[in-house]
């Protein structure tokens, strides 16, 4: 599926759960729960992406064109968010990483995720996921 | 008693709701809210006195400084101090570089902080020991959160020349002994510089009592508004303390060969001041007057009190620090959630607290935690918002589990 495609899944999968936020946290932390985790020997400090408060370690390679992210984080509902991140940019072509606009945060309710004021590193790991691209891209 | 529904009448803010919920505002240790007396000195400054201040003849000016020089003495009354030895700041952290720069100490002196402070009283005294081959030394936290205090004695060498001290621990609430550290380190007379930025908003402070060299804190802490901090120096450093910075409104003549500067307190505020922020500060300590500190502590002390045995009714919850006498301040984690985890969903429940390291990184490495979930409270919390609380952290360790 492409990105769109996938954003467009999520945002159908959180409708239903309307005006419900305690359903749509518990949604997220469920999926915190079941991230593939990264592999012991890629979650090293080097890697780490900082939020003030919680931490991301993140991972990414190229396998067949195509680029593949794991990543992990100490915080579960930052680690639902970053699995829903996953979801959308792994197994993508590295252009396509490279020019999502990823609207689907926004749909689902999650924008405040995004404010730079927040403490979670999510926006990092956005800004770190598209320039891993760039670099499969350019090299 | 306080009259609680009173005081929340005089605080707009309370009446907003947070993601739909109204607002339980637990995150007074990091700033209060302000009533509208405050908000109310800061409308009328600018609507009727506004002017620069100790330079004007005309009125406006006149009456602007006779606000501010008012305001000193209503903060130096409030600490127990003379209204000379009043320093208006930006903050506790701006009051601190100011010390840590204007002591005239010798190349390779030591320092002594605690493992607690706030990273305010920690980085200026680095930045010191960096800058004139100094040492840092610390005294540790015990696992309970107290200090050992029988260990300052020991860390003191002829080559000490500073302890820097926070009253209250703004992480863990622990009301420091002040008392006892000063007087040991009078015996070697040692500096002292007291951080009261937590202690302020909480308790009687005299500051001629305390005998320290230097007592700091903040104005947004105790209801004023932002960017206003007080350094009190003990009378024998106005003058003597150097000056790390300069400008107008400080000198009594300038000429490009030397500069005399005035005497008192006046040469530590170059430039224009926070005038409006410092008459607010006159406003909150005012207020917190008309309905008595200890009244407020005793207030803030049935919330802490109440806070603390709804929270140990919680098996999943850990408390810091908890069986000792506290200022406001209710520091927890839960098992096996991340405090921003915690934090997040209730501030879905319309509750703000703090969560992190709350700039106490060495502290939070000596627990060896990422950092904590901390409640604190002010004068306008109620039985009622802890029981709200309570609930909202029952249901989301529910939803973390």
């Known amino acids: 599926m492409s990105i769109q495609e996938i954003e467009k899944e999520i945002v159908e999968e959180f409708e239903l759960f309307g005006d419900d936020w305690e359903g749509k946290y518990e949604h997220i932390i469920d999926l915190g729960k079941s ?17 003030c408060q919680s931490k991301v370690w993140l991972h990414s390679e190229l396998k067949e064109g195509k680029i593949v992210f794991t990543a992990d984080s100490d915080a579960i509902i930052t680690k639902g968010m970053v699995a829903l991140m996953i979801r959308v940019l792994s197994n993508q072509k590295p252009e396509d990483v490279v020019s999502a606009n990823l609207e689907f945060i926004d749909k689902i309710g999650l924008k405040e995720h995004l404010s730079p004021t927040r403490a979670n590193g999510l926006v990092s790991m956005i800004k770190q996921m598209k320039l891993d691209a760039l670099a499969f891209l350019n090299s | 008693m306080i009259d609680v529904n009173k005081i ?4 707009p803010i309370l009446n907003r709701k947070v993601n739909g919920k109204p607002l339980v505002y637990f995150d007074n240790g990091a700033t209060t809210q ?21 330079r004007g003849v005309h009125t406006l000016s006149r009456e602007a400084t006779e606000l501010f020089e008012e305001a000193r003495k209503t903060v ?9 030895e009043i320093v208006f700041t930006a903050g506790t952290t701006d009051s601190i570089n100011i010390v840590a720069a204007g002591l005239e100490l010798p190349v390779g002196s030591e320092i002594i902080i605690t493992e607690m402070e706030h990273h305010s009283n920690i980085l200026p005294w680095q930045l010191w020991c960096e ?29 000490t020349k500073v302890l820097a001290v926070t009253h209250v621990s703004n992480t863990l609430g622990v009301i ?13 007379d040692l500096i002292v510089l007291v951080d009261g930025a937590q202690s302020v908003p909480h308790m009687k402070i005299d500051v001629k009592e305390l005998g320290a060299d230097f007592y700091v804190f903040s104005g947004h802490k105790v209801y004023a508004p932002t960017g206003t901090g007080v350094l009190w120096m003990n009378k024998q450093w106005v003058g003597k303390l150097k000056l790390s910075r300069s400008g107008g409104g400080t000198i009594k003549t300038v000429s490009f060969d030397k500069t005399d500067y005035v005497e008192g307190a006046l040469r530590y505020e170059p430039g224009t001041p926070n005038i409006e922020g410092v008459l607010g500060l006159a406003s909150a300590l005012k207020y917190v007057n008309e309905i008595g500190i200890e009244k407020i502590a005793k207030h803030e002390h049935t919330l802490l009190k109440y806070a603390t045995e709804r929270l140990n009714e919680i098996p999943e919850v850990e408390i810091y620090a908890n069986h000792l006498e506290k200022a406001a301040v209710i520091s927890f984690n839960v098992k096996g959630a991340h405090p921003f985890d915690v934090g997040t969903l209730l501030d ?27 409640a604190s409270f002010a004068m ?12 909202a952290l029952q249901k989301s360790i529910k939803m973390l589990s």
């Open chain 2, 34 to 54: 302000k009533p509208k007396q405050v908000i109310d000195a800061v409308v009328n400054y600018y609507s009727e006195h506004n002017a620069n201040i100790h």
């Open chain 1, 35 to 51: 991230l593939p985790k990264i592999k012991e020997e890629y979650k090293t400090d080097d890697r780490i992406i900082k939020g």
């Open chain 2, 176 to 188: 420091n002994p002040v008392d006892a550290l000063i007087k040991i380190a009078k015996q070697y």
């Open chain 2, 8 to 11: 929340r009448a005089d605080f």
């Open chain 2, 131 to 159: 800058k004139n081959e100094g040492k840092l030394k610390v005294i540790p936290v015990e696992v309970d959160g107290t200090l050992d205090i029988g260990l300052l004695e020991s860390l003191i060498t002829p080559q």
């Open chain 2, 76 to 84: 130096s009354k409030f600490i127990g101090a003379e209204t000379e």
């Open chain 2, 348 to 374: 879905k429940y319309g509750i703000a607290v703090r969560t992190g390291h709350h700039c106490t990184q060495p502290l939070m490495a000596r627990y060896k935690i990422p950092g904590t979930v901390r």
């Open chain 2, 380 to 391: 306008y919390n109620t039985l009622e918002e802890v029981n709200i609380f309570i609930e």
